[in-house]
């Protein structure tokens, strides 16, 4: 029932764009983007409600392709900040309203 | 600040002992939910409550239980503990009613180290 997430890791300089992949084997209802910086507790980005939904907040943005089970969170113009590890998290259709599976997470590091 | 306090911070039990952690919400959110974190598997439900009164089992509950007496407290019971079970335990809660359109608030976790 986990999302798959790809990739494990990335490494960026500043100023350069990353895409992390999320994928579902399930009919998808939504899916939530988590970020973790290192020892402190995972913090909401966003959720995606509608297949082919596209959000933004700040420079980091996401879509959701509902019939491939699909969502991808695209990081533009990196910046220091943005170093931590990115989980994705997808609530099932016709499950349980709000149980929230998450990836494995996608460790993002960015040097100056 | 309206949000979510786990106790204790950190812990190291022995092996058999009988262990509860705390976790208290201030935002009358509906849905708690319990999770583990270890290196590599990212975060996986153990137990989930929907409302006051009931709870679920997630991906992994086994050794694991929960009550859900008011809107407020979520605690963890491990009954004995093992050593597998040595882990980040983060709380979280919801507003189940929306939808979880404003996503999951978590706790700052607890540290637990069974040996």
């Known amino acids: 029932q986990q999302p798959v997430q790809s990739p494990q890791a990335v490494i960026l300089r500043e100023g350069e764009d990353a895409v992390i992949n999320c994928s579902s084997s399930?009919?998808?209802?939504?899916v939530h983007w988590y970020r973790q910086k290192h020892g402190e507790a995972p913090v909401f980005l966003m959720i995606?409600?509608?297949?082919?939904e596209q959000k933004g907040h700040d420079k980091i943005s996401a879509s959701f392709n509902e019939k491939k089970q699909q969502s991808s969170l695209y990081l533009t113009a990196s910046q220091l900040s943005y170093s931590g590890t990115y989980f994705c998290?997808?609530?099932?259709?016709?499950?349980?309203?709000?149980?929230?599976?998450f990836g494995r997470g996608t460790q993002l590091t960015v040097w100056p | 600040i309206a949000g979510i306090t786990q106790a204790p911070t950190s812990q190291i039990l022995a092996a058999g002992r009988r262990m509860t952690l705390r976790c208290t919400q201030d935002?009358?959110?509906?849905?708690m939910y319990w999770y583990r974190q270890d290196l590599g598997l990212g975060l996986r439900l153990i137990h989930y409550?929907?409302?006051?009164?009931?709870?679920g089992k997630g991906e992994v509950p086994d050794g694991y239980s929960v009550s859900r007496a008011n809107t407020d407290d979520f605690p963890l019971t491990l009954a004995s503990a093992v050593p597998s079970q040595t882990s980040v335990y983060f709380c979280?809660?919801?507003?189940?009613?929306?939808?979880?359109?404003?996503?999951?608030?978590f706790g700052s976790g607890t540290r637990l180290t069974v040996v």
């Open positions: 979280a809660s919801s507003d189940s009613l929306r939808g979880s359109i404003d996503g999951y608030t």
């Open positions: 399930k009919a998808l209802y939504s």
């Open positions: 995606l409600l509608k297949g082919g």
């Open positions: 998290g997808t609530v099932h259709r016709g499950s349980t309203l709000g149980r929230l599976y």
């Open positions: 935002m009358r959110h509906n849905a």
């Open positions: 409550s929907n409302t006051a009164g009931t709870t």
